[in-house]
């Protein structure tokens, strides 16, 4: 079974610096999709960033990056220039490929705080 | 946003009580899915549904049922809720198996 392990339960950060939020996972498969879900305060689940897992270059969406090290089962997530804005949960996610049942698997999230 | 609402955002209930929960989409995606959020698991598939009428099962369904008569609604059912099933809900929507699943705001239901 996949499993998702996000071994930060919490971090901080001050404003304007970047933070690496770690994420690893376990699968046989070769072929899936990975995720980063921001879920702030206010409860809503954002998307951050995805990755196909057939492609070598790392996703990036504007300050958000991720290393994507297929062979180490790892998928961290890189937010420079942290804003006040960022203070949220941080969800890394799992997706079978298609075929599969369509669910994605969680981790149990990282709780960010920016201080100014 | 995707066009994803809940409804209830937040319901209190007593054990044993039926309790529905519907999520409804505008962007006539064909899978829609229903996740239960507990501290310390992250979220977890409840049910998720790939069409009118055709629904799956995922790793947390017991006591749980779901429904789908029209593209856009997707409810879930407890058909007697327990203290167990105090939660946060959360409806999400996808074009495909393969595409990014887009979340409602959640409903919190708290079960006396």
């Known amino acids: 079974a996949q499993t998702v392990t996000q071994s930060q339960p919490e971090m901080s950060v001050q404003e304007a610096e970047t933070v690496t939020l770690s994420c690893t996972y376990d699968?046989?498969?070769?072929?899936?999709?990975l995720f980063w879900y921001k879920q702030p305060p206010s409860r809503q689940m954002i998307l951050v960033i995805r990755?196909?897992?057939?492609?070598?270059q790392n996703a990036t969406e504007n300050r958000f990056s991720v290393n994507f090290q297929k062979a180490a089962k790892s998928f961290s997530l890189k937010i420079s220039d942290s804003q006040l804005g960022d203070t949220a949960m941080y969800f890394c996610?799992?997706?079978?490929?298609?075929?599969?049942?369509?669910?994605?698997?969680f981790g149990k999230g990282t709780k960010l705080s920016v201080k100014p | 946003d995707a066009g994803i609402t809940q409804s209830p955002r937040h319901k209190v209930t007593e054990t044993g009580t039926p309790v529905t929960l519907r999520c409804h989409q505008t962007?006539?995606?064909?899978?829609m899915y229903w996740y239960r959020q507990d501290p310390g698991h992250g979220l977890r598939l409840i049910h998720y549904?790939?069409?009118?009428?055709?629904?799956d099962k995922g790793e947390v369904s017991d006591g749980y049922s779901v429904s789908r008569s029209k593209t856009e609604d997707f409810l879930l059912t407890l058909e007697s809720a327990t203290s167990s099933q105090t939660s946060v809900y959360f409806c999400?929507?996808?074009?495909?198996?393969?595409?990014?699943?887009?979340f409602g705001p959640g409903t919190r239901l708290t079960v006396l």
């Open positions: 962007e006539n995606h064909r899978y």
């Open positions: 999400a929507i996808s074009e495909s198996l393969a595409d990014t699943q887009y």
């Open positions: 990755q196909e897992a057939y492609k070598q």
């Open positions: 699968t046989s498969e070769n072929n899936y999709y």
């Open positions: 549904s790939y069409g009118v009428k055709d629904t």
């Open positions: 996610a799992f997706m079978r490929p298609p075929g599969s049942q369509g669910n994605l698997i």
